[in-house]
């Protein structure tokens, strides 16, 4: 799957740019239709430790999936990040199937 990622404000060393691309890459086992992605690293100008931010943007057929977390680094919040599109990939797939599934019914009914 192909993935750019921009960090907003500061330059990500190729560990962490390499540690994102081999994350991202364990989408494609859930989903194989993955178009593209998109990932922003950010720096939050607080106090707080907690002031990594990872978005991830995926690119799916008919619709763009979105995950945005926010942790002490940027691995925690990449793996954060890509849980939870995982999850919403498998909510994806099940919709998917539903659709695929009430149209073969409606289909099946109409041919007789």
Do not use: W
Not at 16 to 23: A, M, R, S, V, Y
Not at 58 to 69: C, M, R, S, V, Y
């Amino acid at each position: 799957m192909k993935i750019r990622v921009q960090s907003i404000h500061f330059t990500a060393d190729i560990k962490l740019l390499d540690f994102i691309q081999k994350k991202a890459d364990k989408l494609d086992q859930f989903f194989d239709q993955i178009i593209s992605g998109e990932v922003y690293l950010k720096l939050e100008n607080t106090e707080d430790e907690e002031n990594k931010i990872t978005e991830i943007k995926l690119h799916i057929p008919g619709n763009d999936l979105f995950a945005k977390e926010q942790c002490k680094t940027f691995e925690e919040a990449t793996d954060k990040a890509v849980e939870s599109l995982r999850k919403q990939i498998e909510k994806h797939k099940v919709k998917v199937r539903a659709k695929t599934s009430n149209f073969k019914e409606i289909a099946a009914t109409e041919e007789f």
